[in-house]
């Protein structure tokens, strides 16, 4: 770990995802003058160790950096033999799923995309939209909850209706849970910085700020009730857009205790979510820890039912293990695909009600009597059998109208999990330049690698895989020093319209200079409001709340040449 002045710790805290560096705001540097970095890969330079070319080490690292190379397999796949099950999970992410073409068989009967290709363009994070309708390379989700404290408030439970991720499409005849040509998406300018902080540098050059707001009216919800009539009536929006999903094996190979060793360093100067660490006690909360179903680490130790691992995936840091993680989850609940280990439909009893009371659904369905909600064709039994069905608090798989058997497969799963945990990252670039060099040294000064630790050892790796996976093996990342930029904790920026929950973790900031040619945009942070750096990097100071505003206000007030620097180091790394 690269050693920080606690002060920064206290005053200076920079996270959430950072990019690269669009048209509006290109450096001085022209890439077509630049030095090739071939000769020095693999060197120390400046203030680069030999390492740092390598950011996921030699098991994860690969040295593509050219378009399509957050698609590439890491190299421990391939010395593992794994290379046939990467392919063959890589299809799962890429292909659409269907109602009942097979081997990509079962979507809906609610769903959000019908492949996870569509939400992570080339492998990477999400696009800026200007409208929520699903599409190919529009990532974003719905956060649907009830606000406390005041309308606007970014905190409150979701709301019951729905489910967390709520769902906007659903297969014939049945109707959305949120039918999303109503969801109305405007994109807003900041008129000023509630931090004070002015809009253009001290040099003359200006910025801009943008941000999404939300309204979907009580007629776009087919639930009974509607959100709208329940808890305390009121009802808010957010946008989340999906992350990044290169390099996350690396991660879920950073161990625990030295995650906690982190929490125990910041928890002096900074407050921390307190639904992960306990202070008082300065060791983790009890919510802190994720239960597992039953399974199997990677040394063959069996893992029975309710082992705890720590949150560490997905903003909130909901998920803990990569395999039990955001990916292994979405792949169910994106599609509605059941698995064995998944053998229920993602879906709501208040959708269920509305659709069991639906008079053209049941039309629809009585003049079909192969559906599996048929029962007996009368109205009433069509009805009853929807409710059972759809129903999730009805055991819906263990009545008298439906036989389960899993939509996807266990060798299709495993497949997919060795893809997923098997995505390498590129390698760094332009670690020779002086500039990039420059740019570490004002990253580093700032205060920004408080929060956006440089470096971590995967030591043993012992990761921990469903019993579905049934011992085979998964790509491993024993010893490799990492350099992902990130702590694993969760920081607050007190955005305006912010991220629900207000916390969230530190996104890695390695491999997304290269997000332009992999996914043809560079829109950052949670929901995409940044479209370059400079927006990401000011937005963490847009009020003085943010534990990142000191490390802001520092960066507003540097020359342009150091900027642009600043800007030149992200995209390197």
């Known amino acids: 770990m690269m050693k920080t002045n606690p002060i920064w710790v206290a005053c200076s805290l920079v996270f959430l995802t950072l990019g690269c560096s669009p048209d509006s705001y290109t450096t001085k540097f022209d890439n077509d003058k630049r030095e090739s970095d071939t000769k020095y890969v693999g060197q120390a330079v400046g203030n680069f160790s030999a390492d740092e070319w390598y950011p996921a080490g030699r098991l994860g690292t690969t040295d593509n950096v050219t378009e399509g190379c957050y698609e590439d397999e890491t190299p421990a796949v391939n010395e593992m033999g794994l290379a046939r099950a990467f392919n ?52 974003y989700l719905l956060v649907v909850y009830h606000p406390v404290d005041g309308a606007n408030s970014d905190d409150g439970p979701y709301v019951a209706e729905v489910t967390g991720m709520p769902q906007t499409k659903a297969v014939a005849p049945f109707l959305p849970p949120i039918d999303e040509d109503q969801i ?3 994109w807003l300018k900041v008129d000023q910085m509630e931090s004070g902080l002015p809009m253009t540098f001290p040099d003359g050059e200006k910025y801009e700020l943008i941000y999404p707001e939300l309204s979907i ?16 009536k009121a009802v808010a929006f957010r946008l989340e857009s999906t992350i990044g999903i290169i390099g996350t094996g690396l991660l879920d190979a950073i161990p625990e205790e030295d995650i906690k060793a982190q929490y125990q360093a910041e928890a002096p100067y900074v407050e921390l979510n307190p639904a992960f660490w306990d202070k008082n006690a300065n060791d983790f909360a009890a919510t802190a820890w ?52 998944r053998p229920y439909l993602y879906t709501t009893k208040a959708w ?59 060798d299709q799963y495993y497949n997919f999990l060795v893809w997923h945990r098997g995505l390498s990252i590129p390698r760094a670039r332009d670690l020779n330049r002086k500039e990039v060099q420059r740019g570490k040294d004002l990253f580093m000064e700032m205060g920004c690698a408080s929060c956006h630790r440089p470096s971590w050892n995967t030591k043993s790796d012992n990761y921990w895989a469903p019993a579905i996976v ?14 992902p930029y990130t702590d694993m904790i969760q920081h607050r920026l007190y955005m305006k319209n912010g991220i629900h929950g207000s916390w969230c973790r530190t996104t890695p900031l390695w491999g997304r200079g290269l997000s332009k040619a992999n996914t043809g945009a560079e829109d950052r942070l949670h929901d995409d409001r940044a479209r370059n750096v400079i927006e ?15 490390s802001t206000e520092k960066f507003y007030k540097l020359s342009k040449e150091d900027r642009e620097a600043v800007v030149e180091f992200i995209n390197a790394i």
């Open 88 to 139: 063959l999970g890589e299809a799962a992410f890429e292909r659409n799923f269907t109602i009942n073409t097979a081997p990509f068989k079962g979507l809906g009967p609610a769903y959000l995309r019908t492949s996870c290709l569509d939400c992570h363009p080339g492998y990477g994070h999400g696009k800026r939209q200007d409208y929520y309708k699903a599409g190919f390379g529009n990532g």
């Open 184 to 186: 109305v998406l405007n």
């Open 217 to 232: 009216p009580e007629s776009a919800f087919n639930t009974n009730p509607t959100p709208y009539q329940t808890g305390n």
């Open 290 to 341: 994720y239960s597992l179903a039953e399974g199997q680490f990677a040394d063959g130790t069996p893992a029975p039912a309710g082992t705890k691992k720590l949150k560490r995936f997905t903003y909130a840091m909901t998920r803990a293990s990569l395999q039990d993680g955001a990916g292994a989850n979405a792949i169910w609940n994106i599609t509605n695909v059941s698995r064995a280990d």
């Open 352 to 410: 269920a009600q509305a659709m069991s009371e639906n008079a053209e659904v049941i039309a629809a369905i009585q003049a079909d009597p192969a559906s599996p909600y048929y029962a007996d064709g009368t109205k009433e039994g069509i009805a009853a059998a929807v409710r059972g069905l759809l129903d999730p608090s009805t055991n819906q798989f263990d009545n008298e109208w439906y036989n389960f058997e899993p939509e996807m497969s266990d």
């Open 470 to 483: 049934d011992g085979k093996p998964l790509p491993r990342y024993e010893n490799q020093t990492i350099w």
């Open 536 to 550: 990401a990097i000011m937005w963490h100071g847009y009020s003085k709340q943010s534990d990142a505003y000191a």
